[in-house]
């Protein structure tokens, strides 16, 4: 089964407006993360949360974690061009690997 | 800052062909990983390696696929007979032990 589905998968948004991400996942979890991807690059972590965690944040960013609906949300506020990039979830089941979505690709206007 | 390196960043081959991709992991990290994403899409887990061997690996890792850490510090990834299909972005991934993974830029394998 495929954990960490993003919601949407691309969503484009006007320079100092907020973005939302989403992320769908289907088996428990210890921890959930997110990381960002830079076109042609590697992944970048930004926010881990665990599982007994509701939210967390880091400087413009804000993570949520709803383990009964097995969702979680990724919030960048005051968005800047600089920020386009994909988001990715990926989750811990505390198995060896960390499972990754589809990613959401966000494009800020200027 | 201590980072994950890969090399080469592109391969071109010939579908046949072997390929190695290289990976120094950070230095005091303990899982390592290999991951791949096909241009646009995912990033699909392959394999991971602890304590010098295979800890888990994915359908994907079939018998052309072979990791190995042959001394102290490298971390490779073979395939054998490359198919079209493994034309991708193959990223090496290593963590401490639990957290966070840590992320190389990637190589570029181009099947021909």
């Known amino acids: 089964s495929q954990q960490g589905e993003e919601d949407p998968q691309a969503l484009s948004i006007q320079e100092g407006e907020n973005a939302t991400m989403n992320c769908s996942y289907k088996t428990s979890i210890n921890n959930l993360q997110w990381y960002r991807q830079n076109s042609g690059r590697g992944l970048v972590h930004l926010i881990l949360?665990?599982?007994?965690?509701r939210e967390k944040h880091s400087g413009r960013l804000r993570v949520t974690l709803d383990t009964s609906k097995k969702s979680s949300s990724l919030l960048i506020t005051a968005s800047r061009a600089a920020d386009t990039a994909s988001y990715f979830c990926a989750t811990d089941s505390g198995a060896q690997k960390l499972v990754f979505g589809q990613g959401t690709r966000l494009t800020i206007n200027p | 800052e201590p980072e994950v390196t890969q090399t080469p960043s592109h391969q071109v081959t010939q579908m046949g062909q072997e390929v190695i991709l290289r990976c120094v992991p950070i230095s005091n990290h303990l899982y390592f990983y290999w991951y791949r994403q096909i241009l646009g899409q995912k990033v699909e887990f392959l394999v991971s390696?602890?304590?010098?061997?295979?800890?888990?690996k994915s359908e994907i890792f079939d018998d052309q696929f072979s990791v190995e850490r042959p001394d102290g510090s490298n971390f490779t990834l073979k395939i054998r007979s490359t198919k079209l299909e493994d034309s991708a972005m193959y990223f090496c991934?290593?963590?401490?032990?639990?957290?966070?993974?840590?992320f190389g830029e990637g190589s570029r394998l181009t099947v021909l």
């Open positions: 390696f602890y304590n010098n061997e295979i800890s888990e």
């Open positions: 991934a290593s963590r401490v032990l639990t957290g966070e993974l840590f």
């Open positions: 949360i665990r599982s007994n965690e």
